[in-house]
């Protein structure tokens, strides 16, 4: 953030001098010279380039009031403060009309009181932190602040403090201005709500679309499948079509819930270098004719346990603001390396460990400071037409993956987007191998409850489960299936949906169910990720995420009966072994 001239600064400067004669200048001003105090709001609706951030003053002392800038103090209507650092504490001195009229106070409440009786609970500490940050550097600072009227109502005010020095350089006071901008600040507020809606309705439409044409495909296929029945060269290449256009709405889904960050990750060992290899035909279809990538891939990369596909998406993400930072051209790098040693880690802030880095350097127009600090919020976009989700969804994967996001630029130096994940500790690399496990045997399959408030969504199931020779019976609501339970009936698994209608969740009933059955192996289903406890492996329940494909509800239904050692209650169920083989 640009900020004000620190002290040493203000000594070096061309000061404006005024009040000049015989005697020498009775005061003179550190000129702002566009550099802004801060992020604050600024009244003259631009940098200010004449007013003083700092002052040296001739005359110490406030008992001079009989000329004609007192009059003009106490007619302005901005409300203004002057405060004695010099004594304990940095206690108001001096305050204007307009501030009484401001805050409701009266002069005798707040002479002699350091300023902070205006915050109250809502106030943003780190705004505090700026304030103090610059009085204890003894510069200029304007901040947005929450504060407090005299009768407890909230106001934003607009706070501009600068110092003033004798004309040795020794503080003297602190002048402040202060502005009410609650209006401006809810007016502002509502804009930016009515960009986020339109970019959700952006969103919304262009989704819709999407979806739109991929029905027409599943459902025009359908209709040809239907009407060939009697020719499967027909029907077949239907039925495919059908469903990779419906696999394709499948992974809109995903995108889509990253976005809302509700997306499950499914975290597996992998190497970096490989994906971006892997990868690397879409990155350069992505970057177009005008740009080159480079890689400068660390050989003999540890590997890490992240999503590969949100991974994929992530880069995606940062290697379209490169292309679009880069319009006439130029060249795109994508390197990997190896992050360890404390000193490394601590330019990072990472806890110990080590960590793969990848980092996407562009050589576009970079970015200003204060574009950089919003970059990763929702929402916040400099490229017009877009929603402003690209780096959100890039943080919000990267902190879901342990790691973290760096962005670094400066105007006119291009911009470094680092992501640093930890890599896979040992033990992890197993789970890599445990999706292998062959079908087992027809005749010993043991037997699932599929319990699903959709008709179609439930009979689909069933259908996949029977097809592989698993016994199968359904239930349409959680009080359907701990009826079933109740009766005895044999159940290898449940797997169940988490959002019913009928009052009783997934999670619930699972719960019942392992009171009835301790040890029963349970597998939910969800498309909406964060209705999920913190349930995972260790709560016993496997996830399968929505939509899924029919080998994935199979793998995971293997992997539940395989993990637990089911557990008989007896004269509940028969012998529920047979799928350890
Ligand atoms: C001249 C001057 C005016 C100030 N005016 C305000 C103000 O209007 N509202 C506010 O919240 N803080 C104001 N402050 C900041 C507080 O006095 C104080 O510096 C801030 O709370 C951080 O320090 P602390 O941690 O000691 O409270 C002002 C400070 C100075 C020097």
Redesign the pocket.
Same mark, same amino acid.
């Given at each position: 953030m640009a900020i004000g001239s620190g002290k040493e600064e203000q000594l070096e400067k061309r000061l404006d001098e005024q009040g000049g004669g015989n005697s020498g200048s009775q005061s003179a001003g550190v000129p702002a010279d566009g550099k802004v105090e801060g992020n604050a709001y600024n009244p003259q609706g631009n940098p200010g380039v004449r007013h003083w951030q700092a002052s040296f003053i001739s005359r110490d002392g406030l008992q001079d009031r009989g000329n004609i800038f007192f009059a003009a103090v106490e007619m302005t209507r901005m409300p203004m403060?002057v405060?004695d650092p010099r004594q304990p504490d &940095?206690p108001i001195a001096f305050a204007n009309g307009a501030f009484f009229d401001l805050t409701g106070y009266e002069s005798g409440e707040v002479i002699g009181r350091?300023? +902070?009786f205006? /915050?109250g609970p809502e106030?943003d500490q780190r705004t505090?932190d700026e304030? +103090?940050q610059a009085?204890a550097e003894q510069r200029a600072v304007a901040v947005d602040?929450l &504060?407090y009227k005299k009768d407890g109502a909230p106001f934003w005010?607009a706070?501009f403090?600068g110092p003033i020095f004798d004309e040795d350089g020794q503080l003297l006071y602190?002048?402040?201005s /202060?502005m009410d901008i609650t209006e401006r600040r809810a007016n502002q507020e509502a804009y930016l709500q009515a960009q986020k809606m339109e970019a959700i309705g952006q969103l919304t439409a262009g989704i819709a679309h999407d979806f739109n044409n991929l029905l027409q495909v599943i459902n025009g296929n359908l209709e040809v499948a239907m009407v060939s029945l009697e020719r499967p060269d027909t029907a077949r290449p239907a039925l495919e079509r059908a469903q990779r256009a419906a696999m394709r709405a499948g992974k809109l889904t995903q995108q889509l819930l990253t976005f809302a960050r509700k997306q499950r990750l499914e975290p597996r060992p992998v190497n970096i270098n490989n994906l971006v290899v892997e990868f690397s035909d879409m990155l350069v279809r992505t970057l177009g004719g005008k740009l080159e990538l480079r890689l400068d891939l660390r050989p003999g990369l540890p590997v890490c346990m992240i999503d590969p596909t949100h991974f994929e998406m992530a880069l995606l993400n940062v290697l379209i603001n490169a292309r679009d930072a880069m319009p006439d051209g130029g060249e795109v790098t994508v390197a990997t390396s190896i992050v360890r040693g404390e000193d490394r880690l601590k330019v990072h802030g990472l806890p110990h460990g080590t960590y793969i880095s990848l980092c996407v350097i562009d050589h576009g127009p970079g970015m200003p400071p204060e574009v950089l600090r919003h970059a990763t919020e929702p929402f916040f976009t400099t490229k017009g037409p877009g929603t402003g989700l690209g780096l959100a969804m890039v943080h919000g994967f990267v902190q879901q993956s342990h790691g973290r996001l760096e962005l670094s630029s400066q105007p006119g130096q291009g911009t470094k987007v680092t992501m640093i994940f930890p890599i896979a500790d040992s033990a992890s690399g197993a789970d890599e191998a445990s999706s292998a496990n062959g079908a087992q045997a027809d005749e010993n399959k043991p037997c699932v409850l599929v319990v699903e408030d959709n008709d179609d969504v439930r009979e689909l199931a069933e259908q996949v489960l029977e097809m592989e020779g698993y016994a199968v019976q359904s239930a349409g609501s959680g009080e359907q299936a701990l009826a079933l339970l109740r009766e005895g009936d044999p159940v290898d698994l449940l797997f169940t949906d988490v959002i019913m209608p009928g009052g009783m969740t997934g999670i619930e009933l699972a719960e019942q169910a392992r009171t009835l059955r301790p040890g029963l192996p349970v597998l939910v289903t969800t498309g909406y990720m964060d209705e999920l406890p913190d349930c995972g492996r260790s709560g016993g329940l496997e996830i399968l995420a929505k939509p899924y494909r029919q080998e994935s509800l199979l793998e995971k239904v293997r992997v539940a009966l395989a993990r637990q050692p089911i557990n008989v209650v007896p004269g509940l169920g028969g012998p529920l072994g047979g799928n350890d083989g």
């Open positions: 403060v405060t &940095n350091n300023c +902070r205006l /915050q106030t505090l304030v +103090r009085l602040v &504060n005010n706070l403090i602190y002048f402040a /202060q």
